[in-house]
T-cell receptor, first 115, second 116 residues
């Protein structure tokens, strides 16, 4: 069975510093997609970044980048130059094409940016 | 930028009553989904819908749940006889591509369902 683990329930970061949010997964399927979503206190889910299991390079999207280590089965989100507006819950999610089109979510990490 | 819209933003219903949650997916998307998030817990998949039929559903999506695309734009989730444990945030999502695609699922702002 596929499983996604976010080991940090909460994290603090100083404004303007970089922060890494951990995500590890367990699957025997060689083909999968990794997604990160942001959920502010207002509740909406905002797509941030995608990484495919066969992608050769780590994904980047503005201040967001993915530290994808396939052998370790980890896909950590790096946020550079943190801003106060980055304070939110962050969810790692995976899609396994051989198991359908649904997303399986981790438990989330609450990030708090300190001024 | 096009977005998924959900109505209402908050629904309060008596236990045992039927409730319909409404969603308008992004117009050129072909795949539609419902997820739920019980307060303080992780987001859970309910059902996916493609080509006017359910393509996948989870164990949560039992006979009390149904989905429908009544016209070319709306996508609804109906809960026939609500229970206290149905209280949650319900998210609608849509995507352009399916299983083999790298296209993300775009989520609406959610409907908070409170069962009394």
């Amino acid at each position: 069975a596929q499983k996604i683990t976010q080991t940090q329930p909460g994290m603090f970061v100083q404004e303007k510093e970089a922060v890494t949010l951990d995500c590890t997964y367990d699957t025997s399927d060689p083909s999968y997609g990794l997604f990160w979503y942001k959920q502010p206190s207002s509740g909406e889910m905002i797509f941030l970044i995608y990484q495919g299991s066969y992608d050769q390079q780590n994904a980047t999207e503005g201040r967001y980048s993915l530290n994808f280590q396939k052998a370790r089965k980890s896909a950590n989100l790096v946020i550079s130059a943190s801003q106060l507006g980055d304070s939110a819950m962050y969810f790692c999610a995976m899609r396994f094409p051989n198991a359908g089109n649904m997303l399986t979510f981790g438990g989330g990490t609450r990030l708090m940016v300190k001024p | 930028e096009p977005e998924v819209t959900q109505t209402p933003s908050h629904q309060v219903t008596q236990m045992g009553q039927e409730v319909i949650l409404r969603c308008v997916p992004i117009s050129n998307h072909l795949y539609f989904y419902w997820y739920r998030q019980i307060l303080g817990q992780k987001v859970e998949f309910l059902v996916s819908f493609y080509n006017n039929e359910i393509s996948e559903k989870s164990e949560i999506f039992d006979d009390q749940f149904s989905v429908e695309r009544p016209d070319g734009s709306n996508f609804t989730l109906k809960i026939r006889s609500t229970k206290l444990e149905d209280s949650a945030m319900y998210f609608c999502a849509s995507s352009e591509g399916g299983q083999r695609s790298n296209q993300p699922q775009h989520f609406g702002d959610g409907t908070r369902l409170s069962i009394l």
